[in-house]
Structures are given as structure tokens and as C-alpha cells.
């Protein structure tokens, strides 16, 4: 366990060294009709809309996104829908990626087959390094065509997001947290790994909090908590309402994000969901302050990471 535990972390360290930064992007155009669950959902920036279309006539979908300047992009991560969990047929298995300065010639910059990357999962985001990335140049627009699902005709996917640098994790460490210290204290969920974890269930102390020191002034652009090892047994101890704060001198405190009612967290054991704080700031502390969980008064993470 200890091994497949070791490989997974060393896998997680290498994607994490190839994080990067999102691109702000606008929608120009895509398959099937406006409304709801039309193309335009695809980067309006919210999980909760999704485009999911089924014309097979119209195959290969395409999406065309502009990202206001030319660029080169380095990874690009496909958002599965909300409900992918029943649908994972809906999950593309073959696409391409190109990229254009005019809209009429294109360079491909990437092409998939078969990747069975996207698995039955809602709302995550998984990530791809496009082969022919920068090699190719500069391109304002970017369009991504897919050609087959997992099963069926239908595809659906709540965004797609484009990254043209590099973010990087945060070295950060421990400095103080509600609970007890020792086996399952607030320390475990900044040590690095992921078969320890901060359990709690004080209920007197809630809001639970904890405080992270990056070693220097540096604004996290992206946060992740890792669920912990039997939150398949225990889904009801992942957060659901949450606030993350920045600081100095940790008395004053800006807050930088706020969550109420995110159920984003699943019932998987390990698993590490992404979030984007709403702001940023040049903070050296970073505070969690876990305010409700999806049942009752036991929280449990077993990691908590920075990036900036
Ligand atoms: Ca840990």
C-alpha cells in the first residue's frame, strides 16, 4: 500500500511540476445551438453550465476559443460535465486541438486517440500537454474538434480551460491548526503525504482553522485538498463550506476566498479537487477555516496544497 501510495505521490509531483496558470478566454463559436447547454457554456468560467450536445450529423464538435492575444499554450485541461458520473459515455476519447491568428488556417497542436483520460467523474478537471505546443508558434484562437466518445453520440463537458505558464507548488509548511498535535493533528495535512491526515471533531472549536507559511510573500493563484483515506467509508467528513484568508503578520487577514455549500468533494479516498481562489494577494500566511461538512462535525483532509 505504502509502495502504490509512494508511486501515486511521485506521479502527483510530476503533474503538479507541470501545473500552470489559466488563460482568460471568450467563446466564438461551437456545435449546436445557443441556450442553456449550448457551446457558449464551454468558457463562461462555471462548473455548474455545461455544453452537452448530440447531432451526430454535426460530428466532429468543435469549439473555437479566442484568447484576446496570441499565445502559446503549454497545457490545456478538459472539465467533465456535472453529471459524468452516470454519463461517462458522454466523455470524449478522440480529439485535436489546432490553433489559429485568422479563423480560416490551422495549425494542429495536438491530437488524441482513444485517451480514455476522462474517467466517470463530475466536475473534474483533467489536463493535457499538447504535443506540438510553442514548437508551432503563436495563435490567438484556439479550436478543439472531437470526433468520439466514450459510448454514443453525445458529448458533454462543463469548460475548457487553456494555460500559456507555468504555476508552480508552493513549498509551504505548517504553523498551527485546531485539533490535537500527533497522529491525525493539523500538521498531517501539510507534510506531503498523502497516508496521514488532520481528522477532527471538536466541535467546540469549530470553525476549524488552519494556518500554512509559503517561506515568502507569493500569491496563490490555485488551491487543492486531497480527501482523505477512507473518505470512500466517511464522505460525510469532506468540507462543504470553507473560507481561505491571506496574511502578513497573521493578525490582520484578507480574505481571499469563500466556498458555502461546495459539494465538489466526492466519497474517493486520495483524491485531490482544484479550486481557484476568488482574489490573490502578495501574502506570505495562508488560513483555512473550515466552517460546515457535508454531515455532521468530523473534518478530514489529508493534504492541503498551495500554487502560485
Ligand atoms: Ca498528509
Redesign the pocket.
Known amino acids: 500500500m505504502r509502495h502504490l501510495t509512494f508511486i501515486l505521490m511521485s506521479f502527483l509531483a510530476l503533474s503538479e511540476a507541470l501545473a500552470q496558470a489559466p488563460v482568460k478566454t471568450t467563446f466564438v463559436s461551437g456545435s449546436g445551438r445557443g441556450g442553456q447547454e449550448g457551446p457558449a457554456m464551454i468558457c463562461d468560467d462555471q462548473l455548474s453550465t455545461k455544453w452537452c450536445i448530440d447531432f451526430p450529423r454535426l460530428m466532429p464538435y468543435s469549439i473555437v476559443l479566442d484568447a484576446g492575444q496570441q499565445t502559446s499554450i503549454v497545457e490545456y485541461g478538459l472539465v467533465t460535465g456535472d453529471d459524468t458520473n452516470a454519463y461517462p459515455e458522454r466523455n470524449p476519447v478522440t480529439w485535436s486541438v489546432s490553433g489559429s491568428n485568422d479563423k480560416e488556417n490551422w495549425t494542429t497542436i495536438d491530437e488524441q486517440k482513444n485517451n480514455r483520460s476522462l474517467p466517470a467523474e463530475g466536475l473534474q478537471e483533467y489536463r493535457f500537454k499538447p504535443k506540438a505546443a510553442g514548437a508551432k508558434g503563436k495563435f490567438r484562437y484556439y479550436r478543439f474538434e472531437f470526433s468520439k466518445m466514450a459510448g454514443g453520440t453525445r458529448i458533454q463537458l462543463s469548460e475548457i480551460y487553456l494555460y500559456d505558464k507555468v504555476q508552480m507548488p508552493v513549498k509551504a509548511t505548517f504553523v498551527s491548526g485546531s485539533g490535537r498535535d500527533g497522529k491525525e493533528g493539523a500538521a ?11 481528522c477532527i471533531d471538536e466541535p467546540r472549536q469549530m470553525p476549524y482553522s488552519i494556518i500554512l507559511d509559503a517561506g515568502e510573500a507569493a500569491p496563490v493563484t490555485e488551491y487543492r485538498f486531497v480527501t482523505g483515506d477512507d473518505t470512500h467509508d466517511y464522505p460525510d467528513r469532506n468540507p462543504v463550506s470553507w473560507k481561505m484568508s491571506g496574511s502578513n503578520d497573521q493578525k490582520s487577514w484578507t480574505v481571499l476566498d469563500e466556498q458555502k455549500g461546495n459539494r465538489l468533494l466526492r466519497d474517493e479516498n486520495e483524491q485531490e479537487y482544484r479550486f481557484r481562489p476568488a482574489t490573490s494577494g502578495n501574502y506570505r500566511y495562508y488560513r483555512f477555516e473550515f466552517l460546515k461538512m457535508a454531515g455532521g462535525t468530523r473534518l478530514q483532509l ?2 492541503i496544497k498551495l500554487f502560485k
Open positions: 498531517m495535512a501539510a507534510d506531503g503525504w498523502l497516508f496521514t491526515k488532520w489529508s493534504e
